[in-house]
């Protein structure tokens, strides 16, 4: 079946690189995402990686992709305390086909 | 570009009302537009892709009677959730589909008293 996990809660100091991982279960997906949620918005894409691709980096994001492992990862460079938020991996599974999210990650960035 | 809207952003009802929800592409046509639901500190839980022109694809579980879609033209889809009691309290998201993405609105927060 389609699962996504991700650990719950992430502190880091700010100026210090966040890691967030994800794990999904579904070897068949074409695209994972990372969306950003802050407090009572909607999500905001971040970034997504195509399944062929083992890399992507944009500017203070980089997202590793081990498809063996099916395994995601999210760093995010010199975190500033505007970064604490709730991050959300997900995998869709062809063009157009739904979402499967991730239960989120809490990050929070500390002075 | 992609932006998507949703009216409410919040609303508050009582028990046995019916609430709608509107869902806007403002500046593509989506003619495929997805409802998710949101309970605190938890994840998205998609309930339904709605196409234009035709019937809704609820998920296992969701009650097409309770949560009526409505995809009438390529840029609104509406929620409506009939006889909201307060278990439906949530947050409410659309996401509208482009170029094979999916484009997310802010959200609309229904609490049912």
């Known amino acids: 079946g389609e699962d996504v996990e991700q650990s719950l809660f992430l502190s880091v100091r700010e100026g210090d690189s966040s890691v967030i991982n994800c794990t999904y279960t579904d070897s068949s997906s074409t695209y994972l995402y990372w969306y950003k949620q802050e407090p009572g918005a909607g999500l905001q894409l971040l970034t997504y990686i195509f399944s062929n691709m083992d890399m992507k980096q944009d500017q203070r994001l980089t997202v590793l992709l081990n498809k063996k492992d099916k395994h995601l990862s999210l760093r995010i460079a010199d975190t500033q305390t505007g970064d604490s938020a709730i991050y959300f991996c997900a995998e869709r599974l062809n063009q157009g086909g739904k979402l499967i999210f991730g239960q989120g990650t809490e990050l929070s960035v500390k002075p | 570009g992609a932006v998507v809207s949703q009216h409410p952003s919040w609303v508050i009802c009582k028990s046995g009302t019916s609430v709608k929800i509107e869902c806007r592409s403002l500046d593509f046509q989506a003619t495929t537009m997805f409802w998710y639901r949101q309970f605190p500190k938890q994840s998205l839980m998609l309930m339904a892709t709605s196409n234009e022109g035709s019937k809704a694809t609820y998920e296992q579980g969701v009650e097409k009677d309770k949560f009526l879609i409505n995809h009438a033209s390529l840029t609104l889809s509406t929620l409506t959730v009939t006889s909201a009691h307060p278990e439906d309290s949530s947050f409410y998201i659309c996401?509208?589909?482009?170029?094979?993405?999916?484009?997310f609105g802010p959200g609309t927060r229904l609490t049912v008293t």
């Open positions: 996401s509208a589909s482009w170029a094979g993405e999916q484009y």
